[in-house]
């Protein structure tokens, strides 16, 4: 989230596209309800299929899967033609000024950016570049009229997308199109902000980060970003799953969103170098500046004395690699028999990935398999589901964790908020918290190194381990010395006063030096266990400005703040857009930033600097050259769609880059074969795959289910609790139907169209049983999130003769 679950309280329009947080944030979501009883706000809700949000909304609109995009262009558009657009944000705050290389184009026919090599499958990014001064500074365009400043290409391209195109390619009525764009519209207005709220709806298609980027792009139009009651909010998944990004639960980070080194960054200043980046706009305070401070504080607190200035803090006891191994490209590593084990904590790979025969096979073929689970789980028991279970060669070894309840530790919420979770019980049996599982795994590492060498001992010999029982830090220790860190030495600020005295935690992460006398294992979360205490437990609920900022309860990154990019809450001079919600403002007098939230823009940089401090351009993107497939987001086709892209008649119509894999070419489904457009979610009473050990959720939903429009069953000749089975091209699943009015048939550029609804929270393991939504689902991926394309592609429903 960009803003925060209260701050939702703070919007006047709720735009909800993309998620269902009645169902799946029901905690969060009475922000939503709080902000209409109080604010008169309206929500606005866009989903495949009428749900308990859109029960709650004042309107709900249905859209064709995977036609998300379409819609976001319409309303891109809808705003720059109507010049709905706020002027000011976006000449002072955006890259619209920005001019762009003349090697950037895009070939609406085909849909194709410049630079594509379709053997590669790959564009050359360098081409989107920005045009440069001699001294690396961008050049722009304070007019906003050079034909490549990038207003004027964003313009361009979005001018496709009018109401029409928009009907003909989501199947949403062009009138309905409109009135939603017109509210949406209003918000452009200083004084008037939307919130959009969104999680897999979104992210789960092979463009699932694009069409986060176009929502970026509308926000910073209408200038709702860094706003009380705006943002762009992902409303995360799994009660820690934004502290297990943050901490590199996601291999292509280290903790804090530090890079892992390189083969060709063969020394620290290499790498150093490589990821410290330069300013590209006068005005622009670039953040990551401050990486090697980061950088050399995390390797203090993995090597402790061991890393010291002559061996480069101990850079070289971490991997260099070319490639970090992705989800995706793991399972098929494992399916094509070039990996040798796993360990899965607390996650449930057969269940959770797409194409499940294919995870089958991917599982079988490793030599081991470690799972930490309190549960039994489908992956634990896999070889029970093959064909022939003597010929897997795989070994499971099931740990028995404890589970939330049973420990303590932080959590961290959609709002970047760490909270304190108390230990409720103890863990039954010889369940045990992941810590002690880790202690004794790593002393017993140590000990088998010391005793027998290896090819490369010291990563695991020099690592830091200063907990008092080995075996098993607590979470406390790791949270206070680890993670927030200490100072090594009596660490100065600017001005030379004493902000840590040697041996104390520190205070926050201004405090963090790279000459190595900070320990700080991720900076993001430094500051949340200070010499004072554990913030992370406090739960004062006083809101001195009114606004929903809670500052005493917990602790938010960054520095506690809870709205980032709050400097643009204020106009380029530093007053507030809006005087009824100061958020922050450049105060006059005192020649500094003020104001109810943490300002995230250094306090004496005038109001010139742009708000969006950890970007080299200190602004904005409404042109992104970073992502692997498009500077701007382009509407293009699930995978398998029921439909051909209107949009590029000489294309394929789908993202040119997604992810697809050899032995996963021959199982994807045409519409002839397959002719209804089919997606999956989740329902409020189970929490994925493992609640089904639970009688209670159980007796709420004890069978798979699927959704189907009223129509179509008729058609199919099928009634209510009639056994289906749903067929796609990689398998088929069996539930029972359920014909509704929530899902309606679509006018879909002419051509009628179906959509079937399909939740996921069955499988072969709990109290009860059935099939795994996805053995029907396919193994493409999003090349930006490597995330997979679960919300939209194609099936066929046959009736099963009782
Ligand atoms: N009770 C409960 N709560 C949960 C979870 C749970 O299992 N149970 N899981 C947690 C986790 S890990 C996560 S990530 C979040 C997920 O939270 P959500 O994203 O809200 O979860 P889903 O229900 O998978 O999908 C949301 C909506 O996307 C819609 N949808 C499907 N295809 C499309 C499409 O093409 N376009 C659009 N616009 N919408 C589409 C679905 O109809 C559904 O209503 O929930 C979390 N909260
Ligand atoms: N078709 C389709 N597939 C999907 C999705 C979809 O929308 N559609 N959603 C995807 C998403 S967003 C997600 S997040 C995944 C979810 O997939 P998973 O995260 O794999 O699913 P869960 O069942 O939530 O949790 C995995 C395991 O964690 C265990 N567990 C619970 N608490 C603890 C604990 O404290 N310690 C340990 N060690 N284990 C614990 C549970 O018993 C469970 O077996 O599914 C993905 N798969
Ligand atoms: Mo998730």
């Not at 890259?95 to 184009?105: E, H, L, P």
């Not at 690396?136 to 029409?164: A, S």
């Not at 990563?459 to 860190?485: C, F, S």
């Not at 520190?506 to 190595?516: I, N, R, V």
């Amino acid at each position: 989230m960009t803003n925060s679950w209260n701050d939702i309280k703070n919007a006047d329009l709720i735009f909800v596209m993309g998620g269902n947080p009645a169902e799946n944030h029901p905690c969060g979501f009475k922000w939503a309800i709080k902000a209409r009883q109080e604010r008169g706000a309206k929500i606005i809700a866009v989903d495949v299929r009428y749900h308990r949000t859109a029960a709650v909304a004042d309107i709900f609109v249905q859209i064709r899967p995977g036609s998300d995009l379409a819609f976001m262009g319409g309303l891109i558009n809808y705003v720059i033609q109507n010049k709905k657009y706020n002027e000011d944000y976006i000449k002072y705050f955006t890259n619209a000024t920005y001019i762009v290389k003349d090697t950037y184009s895009f070939d609406p026919e085909t849909g194709l950016f410049s630079g594509y090599d379709p053997e590669k499958r790959k564009y050359d990014t360098t081409l989107w570049d920005y045009e440069r001064d001699e001294k690396g500074m961008v050049k722009k365009d304070m007019t906003m009229q050079h034909p490549r400043c990038v207003f004027q290409l964003l313009k361009k391209h979005y001018e496709r997308y009018t109401p029409e195109l928009v009907e003909k390619i989501t199947g949403v009525p062009k009138e309905k199109f409109l009135e939603v764009a017109k509210l949406i519209a209003e918000t452009g207005a200083p004084n008037k902000t939307m919130t959009h709220l969104y999680a897999l709806g979104w992210t789960h298609h092979s463009w699932g980060s694009q069409v986060i980027g176009s929502m970026a792009i509308l926000q910073l139009l209408l200038g709702n970003i860094g706003m009380p009651g705006g943002g762009v909010n992902a409303l995360r998944g799994h009660a820690n799953i934004q502290g297990m990004t943050d901490l590199a639960g996601e291999g292509r980070f280290l903790p804090g969103y530090l890079r892992p080194p390189k083969p060709e960054q063969q020394s620290l200043k290499e790498h150093l170098e490589a990821n410290t980046p330069k300013p590209w706009d006068e005005n622009s305070m670039n953040y990551w500046s401050n990486y090697p401070k980061f950088f050399i504080s995390m390797l203090k607190a993995f090597y402790g004395d061991a890393a010291t200035p002559e061996n480069e803090f101990g850079y070289h006891y971490l991997p260099k690699t070319e490639k970090i191994i992705s989800w995706d490209e793991a399972i098929d590593r494992m399916y094509r028999g070039k990996m040798e084990g796993v360990v899965a904590v607390g996650i449930n790979i057969l269940a959770n990935t797409p194409n499940t025969r294919k995870t089958i096979e991917a599982l079988s073929r490793l030599r081991w398999m470690v799972v930490m689970d309190p549960f039994m789980t489908e992956m634990a028991n896999f070889w029970k589901y093959v064909d022939n279970p003597e010929k897997v060669q795989t070994e499971v070894f099931l740990l028995p964790a404890a589970v939330f309840a049973e420990k303590e530790g932080t959590k961290t919420n959609s709002a970047r908020t760490l909270k304190w979770v108390y230990k409720a019980a103890e863990p039954p049996g010889d369940a045990k918290e992941e810590l002690w599982f880790i202690g004794n795994l790593y002393m017993k590492l140590r000990e088998l190194y010391q005793k027998e060498g290896g090819v490369f001992p010291d990563p695991i010999l020099k690592a830091w381990w200063p907990y008092k029982n080995p075996y098993h830090p607590t979470a406390d220790e790791v949270l206070a010395m680890e993670i927030n860190g200490v100072a090594l030495d009596d660490i100065k600020d600017d001005k030379g006063n004493v902000i840590a005295k040697k041996g104390e935690r520190l205070p926050g992460f201004t405090a963090l030096k790279e000459d190595g006398s900070t320990v700080c294992g991720m900076w993001l979360y430094c500051g949340v266990y200070p010499q004072s205490g554990n913030r992370a437990k406090s739960t004062d609920l006083s809101d001195p400005s009114g606004l929903g900022i809670y500052p005493g309860y917990g602790y938010s990154w960054p520095a506690n703040r809870r709205i980032l990019y709050n400097r643009a809450s204020a106009d380029p001079s530093g007053k507030p857009w809006d005087p009824k919600r100061r958020l922050v403002w450049w105060n006059e007098r005192e020649q500094k930033w003020v104001g109810n939230d943490v300002p995230d823009i250094k306090p004496d940089l005038g109001p010139e600097y742009g708000p969006f401090i950890m970007l080299p351009e200190g602004r904005g993107r409404l042109y992104s050259h970073f992502l692997v497939d498009g500077p701007f987001p382009e509407h293009y086709e699930p995978y398998e769609s029921p439909v051909k892209n209107p949009l590029h008649p000489k294309g394929t119509g789908m993202n040119p880059v997604v992810k697809v894999y050899k032995s996963d070419v021959d199982l994807l489904g045409t519409p002839d074969k397959f002719p209804y457009a089919a997606t999956t979610y989740r329902v409020t009473e189970h929490f994925h795959f493992w609640t089904k050990h639970v009688y209670g959720a159980s007796i709420l939903f004890a069978r798979m289910f699927i959704e189907i429009p009223e129509e179509l069953a008729k058609e199919l000749g099928i009634n209510q609790g009639d056994r289906v089975r749903v067929v796609t091209a990689r398998g088929s699943a069996e539930a029972y139907a359920l014909p509704t009015k929530r899902i309606k048939p679509l006018i879909v550029n002419g051509k009628k169209v179906y959509t079937v609804g399909i939740p996921i929270h069955w499988g072969y393991e709990g109290v009860v049983r059935g099939s795994l939504a996805n053995l029907i689902t396919p193994f493409i991926w999003d090349p930006n999130s490597q995330t997979p394309e679960y919300k939209g592609f194609l099936c066929k429903i046959e009736k099963i003769k009782a």
